[in-house]
């Protein structure tokens, strides 16, 4: 570990402070394993583990199935076509990792792809086929070949959400516990992460509520709600990212935040994701004066990597003065039912996807960075495994290829959970509860809570989005950190109230990490450090303890020879 690369006087508040019941009070729910979310990793990791003989109870913040997993799309990343092979998987994605991928990592992911693949199959994953009966499979941005399974055309997500879900509801060892919001993990006397506080317990109820268990698994996802655009449901707010830093963990490349390039961006309407498959079926994108411009900045095009066509997208708007560009299907044959999904939607809105182009824009899509862990989520705390969007173990690097979220969430479940199944879980606990709470005092202020989110997304989108510099993250640093300091003895312990606190010290990491990379790689963009520089071809880490928060710098542990730089970089 490289010396501290800053660092800052830190002691993160949790909303258990505000609790204001005494924790002996409270109901206890025990189990072998808890499971904190329930998209793709979360309930794979469970009935992974289920069918190992543990008990495992999943609890989510809203129903089992709002999760990201659900509004995916582009599909499931696998080498399992004719010509394929998870090693032409693998560079593939080390080649679009901007230098941080980590060799071990990928490969073991992709080799591993088929299997798991087999395993959705098996229990009844419906995959768009070809005529022939074999599986159609698409090609999308940094794929050299088509690899990419669907369903419907771009309901995969929404596909494998329900089938994950219908195997958990029926399997008898896992208890589902929906409406239930994680506050904070706790710990045993020798620092084991033993169990979460939460409010709630799957019946409505406000109540705070203890539950233990032998293992935590992290797989909430990312925080997309820090910012003003993204594709995330309204649930992704940090809070796995939030609960592992205020417990100690270590969490990796904050900074790199992915945006997907293409979002429905009409007045009123959600940033609806228009997956890379129909960019891959043909789908250009032009500005307003009909004019295509992605070939002149990438040979691949419109199916340049993810980091590259956002940049375009956002130059291309600042050029031309605009609030969005277009993506013209007319080239797409039969667009309509290619793609029944997109069209449904778009005509809701008055537009007819096989004759006029749909206004898109980049919007927050994916959190590259997260907790620190290895290939099976064990994260530098013992006891707690993060998995998923939520954790960070290198596969992606510095930039994460379309697809294979839905695979990194799926293959890693499957390792989390025999990884927790295989080891020994009876051994005395000596439990320790968290301090006694203190109610909310009356300083004759109140908070306005939607107001500081809406604060929070405005300021992370305009300092902290595509396009960054040292002074608007400087800025932000130091106006998040005014607001964590008030929201602390202000904000109210309820949902709503855990949710800004979570939101906020997510976004303080994400702002002083970025500010501390000082160059631009995959997704993290600096127009002040244009260029990456090979000194930091390196992890970030960041951790806080004895009030005293800091970032350091870890070299890439499996490195692949470094790829020939990308084609030009639009600021």
Known sequence: MA????????????????????PRSLPVF??????????????????????????????CKGRLDETNTRYAQGGLAAAIGPGDHPKFHAGDTIQVGGGLSETDV?????????????????????????????????????????????????????EIQRVL??????????????QTTVVDLLKDAEGRVGGVAAIGNGSGSERP????????????????????????????????????WRAGAELQDLEFVQFHPTTLYLAGAARFLISEVVRGAGARLIDRHGRRFMPEIHPDAELAPRDVVSRSIFRRMIEIGDTHVYLDLSAVP???????????????????????????????HYFIGGVACDLRGRTSLEGLWAIGECGSNGFHGANRMGSNSLLEGLVQGRLAGRDIAGRDLSRPRRFLLPA??????????????????YSLKSLMWRQAGIVRDGDGLRDAVERISAWEGYLARLGPFSRAGVEIVNMVQVARLIAWCALAREESRGAHFRA????????????????????????????????????????????
């Open 3 to 22: 010396d501290p690369v800053a660092t800052a006087p830190l002691r993160p508040c949790s909303p258990l402070v505000r609790c204001g019941q005494l």
């Open 30 to 59: 025990r189990c072998d394993l808890l499971v904190v979310g329930s998209g793709i990793a979360g309930l794979t990791a469970a009935l992974t583990a289920a069918e190992e003989g543990l008990h495992v109870m999943v609890l």
């Open 106 to 158: 990928v490969e073991a992911i992709t080799a591993d792809a088929p299997g798991a693949v087999e395993w959705l199959l098996g229990l009844g994953m419906r995959v768009d086929r070809d005529e022939t009966g074999s599986v159609a499979l698409s090609r999308e941005g940094g794929h050299k070949i088509a690899r990419i399974l669907h369903c419907d055309g771009t309901a995969t997500g929404l």
């Open 165 to 178: 879900e219908v195997a958990a509801r029926s399997h008898p060892r896992i208890d589902l516990f929906e």
């Open 209 to 244: 509520v203890l539950y233990e268990s032998a293992a935590v698994v992290l797989a909430s996802g990312g925080g997309g709600q820090i910012y003003r655009e993204t594709t995330n449901p309204e649930l992704a707010t940090g809070d796995g990212l939030a609960m592992a």
């Open 334 to 364: 039969d667009a309509p039912r290619r793609f029944p999904s997109l069209a449904r939607i778009a005509r809701v809105f008055g537009i007819d996807i096989g004759r006029e182009p749909l206004p898109v824009r980049p919007a927050v």
């Open 436 to 453: 006694p709470g203190r109610a909310p005092e009356d300083h004759g202020a109140a908070l306005n809570l939607a107001d500081m989110t």
């Open 528 to 571: 002040d450090f244009p260029d990456s520089k090979p000194g930091l071809r390196v992890h970030s880490r960041v951790r806080q303890a004895d009030g005293v928060a800091e970032i350091t710098t870890r070299p890439v542990a499996s490195p692949a020879p470094v790829p020939p730089p990308s084609a030009s970089r639009p600021a």
